[in-house]
């Protein structure tokens, strides 16, 4: 193969590539701008080449890409610039369509600086679309962010699961150890739930759960306090750093909330027939030695204390049984 040849296959191969490939002279000059750069960038290869790339895109001009050309003509430097920090750094569009709605595509750019025997340092930049890498990525983030959502809340009312409730308790437990300071938990159980079910069928009872459950949610203010639930049409909530009295209000605060809620129920024991619901209350505090069953097991306790004594309000548990 002749050196013309072998120049006109090379000249081929660069216009036939699905990457961008830009050749800047040592004054910053564009020599080389391939075909994938003129589609995509709008900008025929007369009209770039011979110009400064500054000069044509001068929104590169004191970023990253001319921080790296800058390393590779002076230093001899090869650059790789990060996705995450320069997205779409050249005005570059997969379609005209795209151009008119203005959606650059995600870029890789590589910088490399080019030797040449004559004519001094050069440098080629190589820019590819990851546009539909980086389109996989988010898809697979989105759906990580669905199956952890999916593993720690629960599927009727949204609130945290027994499974995020186990893992909070434990760690909260813990870091209350650790800094000598108390959590508080309540176990909060509609009253008469099973009447409920049995009178207005189980779909009301779900709709009921669900209106339960935000209202108590809605009340939690502090982002460490945690709603979860429990099971069935029992409710708990973490309160981290609360002592007997905060977490006593708390209970007030959420009991006086669903007696506001005004569910009608036919058949509560009560006389205002609607919805309410017990709530038990304990406290760990940093001079008992309990752990988490024994936390748990206390404020279970205090729960079928106040269902005992006929339901409908909010017992707290003896600080001896922790
Ligand atoms: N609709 C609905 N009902 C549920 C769900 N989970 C549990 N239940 C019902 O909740 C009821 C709980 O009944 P019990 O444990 O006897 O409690 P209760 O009738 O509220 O009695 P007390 O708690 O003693 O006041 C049962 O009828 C369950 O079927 C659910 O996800 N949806």
Redesign the pocket.
């Known amino acids: 193969m002749t050196d013309t040849t072998r120049l006109q296959l090379l000249e081929s191969v660069l216009e036939a590539v699905s990457v961008g490939a830009v050749v800047l002279d040592a004054d910053g000059r564009i020599v080389l701008w391939n075909r994938w750069m003129s589609r995509h960038s709008g900008c025929a290869t007369h009209k770039a080449v011979g110009t400064e790339l500054f000069d044509l895109l001068p929104e590169l001009r004191g970023g990253r890409v001319q921080a790296a050309v800058t390393q590779a003509l002076q230093n001899n430097f090869s650059s790789l610039l990060s996705q995450t920090l320069n997205r779409s750094p050249f005005p570059l569009f997969a379609s005209p369509a795209a151009a008119a709605r203005g959606e650059r595509m995600q870029q890789a750019v590589a910088v490399t600086p080019l030797t040449l025997p004559i004519g001094g340092r050069h440098c080629l930049i190589q820019l590819s679309d990851v546009s539909m890498a980086a389109g996989r990525e988010k898809l697979l983030r989105e759906q990580t962010e669905m199956l952890r959502m999916q593993t720690f809340s629960d599927g009727?009312t949204g609130v945290a699961n027994r499974r995020a409730f186990d893992v909070a308790i434990d760690r909260e437990v813990r870091r209350a150890k650790r800094s000598g300071s108390t959590v508080s938990l309540l176990m909060i159980?509609?009253?008469?739930?099973?009447?409920y079910?049995d009178h207005y069928g189980?779909q009301q009872?779900?709709q009921c759960?669900i209106q339960v459950s935000s209202a108590l949610q809605a009340q939690l203010q502090r982002s460490v306090d945690m709603l979860a639930r429990y099971g069935?049409?029992e409710f708990a909530v973490i309160l981290p750093d609360n002592d007997p009295r905060q977490a006593m209000q708390m209970a007030t605060t959420l009991h006086g909330r669903i007696v506001r809620l005004a569910l009608p129920h036919e058949y509560a024991g009560g006389p205002d027939k609607q919805i309410t619901v017990?709530i038990g209350v304990a406290t760990l505090a940093p001079d008992r030695h309990g752990d988490v069953a024994a936390l748990i097991g206390a404020a279970d306790h205090a729960l079928y204390a106040a269902?005992r004594q006929g339901?409908n309000r909010i017992v707290a548990a003896p600080p001896e049984l922790l």
């Not at 159980?189 to 009447?195: G, N, R, T």
């Open positions: 009727l159980d509609i009253d008469y739930f099973k009447p079910n189980h009872g779900d759960l069935g049409e017990s269902k339901r």
